[in-house]
């Protein structure tokens, strides 16, 4: 439910996160402004916003007009000044630290309502972000989402060691009015909880195929039908307190011995990186660890979609 005590949203940066945010905020009934850099691309970020709330009405999510209702909720803009009377600010640009020091700086300088400054960042921590700021450097968090940011509802706090007390519980409440569900971290952590895990996963995946054990396509048809399912419906420590330790503990002791413990991307990843197929399926070759020729992108694109459509039961602006 949309707060009472929130009434401008202010995001930096369009591109992949930036169009995503404010699909999840104007469709949610906040006026959201998107400052942009380039106003040339302005058309092209406002094509992006459209094709997402289509493909929400192709899956009977909204009615067209409920659509054209949300897009007047946003407005894009060069200038901070029209952040002035944010209350909330999204910054989303590339993962570069002066840049998005630079963005702060002008927060500070136009924005005097700021309560919470939330950065999308995923390599970044709080401390890095707020250290050149003069004025709000107790009030910008990490706030990372996974994209993309509307459809996945997941989003993972992470404070900084300056950050007053409340901004936390304002961002949480803030995330959980756009239909969120928010993890709080207690501690700064590479990777923060969702990357730390997808990459651990990745690592043992990694090893599995250079020492020759399976194929790609045999870890991810293990993936798609035996365990990931199940975590779509209960958490893995539902899973292992329902089971209990005597077999769990024994099952430790014969795996995590073998578990990779590199200190930097395998050979595996390095050979691809250092290769024509170094983009995978966005490579000239389109070609990765599978040959992306002749595969439909389009229903791709659905199926990486697929399981989150479940959440998309907003309560959209009625006017």
């Not at 952040?83 to 136009?110: G, M, P, S, T």
Request: aromatic share 12%.
């Amino acid at each position: 439910m949309k707060l009472e005590n929130v009434n401008h949203i202010g995001i930096i940066g369009a591109g992949m996160i930036g169009d995503s945010m404010t699909v999840l905020t104007t469709g949610h009934g906040y006026k959201t402004t998107n400052l942009v850099r380039n106003p040339a691309k302005i058309p092209g970020y406002k094509e992006q916003y459209d094709t997402y709330f289509r493909q929400m009405i192709d899956h009977g999510v909204l009615t067209e007009e409920q659509w054209h209702i949300c897009e007047k909720y946003l407005t894009y803009s060069l200038d901070y000044a029209d952040l002035a009377d944010c209350e909330v600010i999204f910054e989303c640009i590339v993962e570069d630290l002066d840049q998005k020091h630079e963005i702060y700086r002008k927060i500070e300088e136009n924005c005097p309502n700021v309560k919470v400054i939330c950065s999308v960042s995923s390599s970044f921590l709080s401390d890095a972000l707020g250290a050149k700021m003069e004025k709000y450097y107790d009030r910008i968090i990490v706030t990372h989402p996974f994209n993309p940011a509307h459809m996945v509802p997941y989003f993972e706090i992470c404070a900084g060691s300056k950050t007053a007390d409340g901004v936390v519980d304002f961002a949480v409440d803030v995330l959980k009015s756009l239909d969120r569900q928010p993890a709080i971290l207690k501690k700064p952590n590479p990777g923060f909880i969702g990357n730390y895990l997808q990459f651990a996963l990745w690592a043992a995946c990694l090893k599995l195929v250079q020492d020759g054990v399976c194929e790609p396509k045999d870890i991810d048809t293990c993936l798609n039908y035996s365990f990931c399912p199940r975590y779509s419906s209960i958490g893995i420590f539902d899973h292992f307190d329902n089971g209990g330790y005597k077999l769990n503990i024994t099952t430790c002791n014969s795996v995590f011995p073998i578990l990779p413990r590199w200190d930097e991307a395998p050979d595996i990843i390095r050979e691809k990186a250092e290769s024509p197929d170094a983009w995978g399926a966005k490579s000239p070759t389109k070609k990765g660890f599978y040959d992306w020729n002749g595969v439909d992108m389009a229903a791709y694109a659905e199926r990486v979609n697929a399981p989150y459509w479940r959440f998309c039961s907003w309560d959209f602006p009625k006017e």
